[in-house]
């Protein structure tokens, strides 16, 4: 357990990890290439060791050097697991290798820890069959089976309510499909963000997808991945953390190794914060957020899932009621953050209403308490803000952070220097 000073104004400057999202997406993408290709500043945390294991039992030849990884493509001919692949509770890697399983001949088993075996993969599956793979679930739940081999291409019908990331999973292996794969989107897709990184990526490795309004995408199967020296850019859903202790001690933090343009969609909780009273400076590289008197704000977080929980802890500091809107899918994450930060909130002095879909936050007198995080690293990093301006907030299990940002408190540290 952790106990959070009180700082009562920050002034730091802050470097940003590397992207989660953008680290799986390249070495998923750098391991079906031909060629060896190097990915410079990579995030080294738990979810890129499940994928790294992941990618190996595949065949996959991966260094891991102190500031790169060097992935030896395969040319998209991989190998059988020769045991079952364990992904722990990361979803990404779960969603991921299931399609990637689906391209060498033989079973593949994909399980991951009780939290995850929790989490529904039944539109991945439904997709797959589609293609022609043959696959099985637990009920619609992890433990899959996929049966390799089989991966035809076509035209397929995908849902994608609950997890962006069945689409991105699909596209990044469609390209080694036997036939061109068309994806047709059957009703609203979350976090449309997620998927401009998974194309942003791809075309960096050669491969061009067609858009059509988010609602069908066209892979053509003639082009494959190159192999290539490629960075990975500073994560903004982590950035945001910092960005949030600005703004409820009223203070100054400046964010580096962040792109202000980049398709990350969490770099938009700053242009939330400006509209609860910040005042945001952009440089070529870096984000700073000064804090003022904050502005309860009414928002539809639908494309930005993941700063859910930071915008949730910083309402706690606004004048009056802060709607957060159309963000269902925070549901099926690593906990039910909706449920998680209702629950956690009300514990420090904040009314709470729990909607279908989001959440009503208006703050009454906030005190003390012990924050359980679930397992879950973003409780546990946005709940540390809190504890920057309410005296004896402790966080349980801190050391979740591992999954996505493993040097967390080190750089929450630096918050106290001046």
Known sequence: MLTIKTKKWVNGVIEAPPSKSYTQRAMLIASLASGKSVLKNPLFSDDTKYMISALRQFGVKIEKRSDCLVVHGTDGCLLQPKNKIFVGNAGTAMRFTTTLASLPKGETIVTGDKRMRQRPIQDLIDALRQLG???????????????????????????????????????????????????????????????????????????????????????????????RNYKIEGDASNASYFFAAAAITKGKVRVKNINPKSKQGDLRFIQILKRMGCSVKNGNDFVEVRGHSLRSVDVDMNELPDVVPTLAVTSLFADSTTTIRNAANLRFKETDRLKALAFELRKIGANVEELRDGLKIKRRKLSRAIIETYKDHRMAMSFAVAGLAINGVKIKNPNCVNKSFPDFWEKFKELYKK
């Open 133 to 227: 793979v043959k696959c099985e679930s637990n009920d619609g739940f992890p433990p899959v089976k996929i049966y390799g081999g089989s991966f035809i291409g076509g035209i397929i019908k995908l849902k994608s309510e609950i997890s962006s990331q069945f689409l991105t999973s699909l596209l990044m292996c469609a390209p080694y499909a036997r036939k061109d794969i068309v994806v047709e989107v059957t009703d609203g897709l979350v976090s449309k963000p997620y998927i401009d990184i998974t194309l942003d990526v791809m075309k960096n490795f050669g491969v061009n997808v067609k858009n059509l309004d988010y609602k069908k995408f066209v892979i053509n199967n003639n082009k494959k991945y190159k192999a």
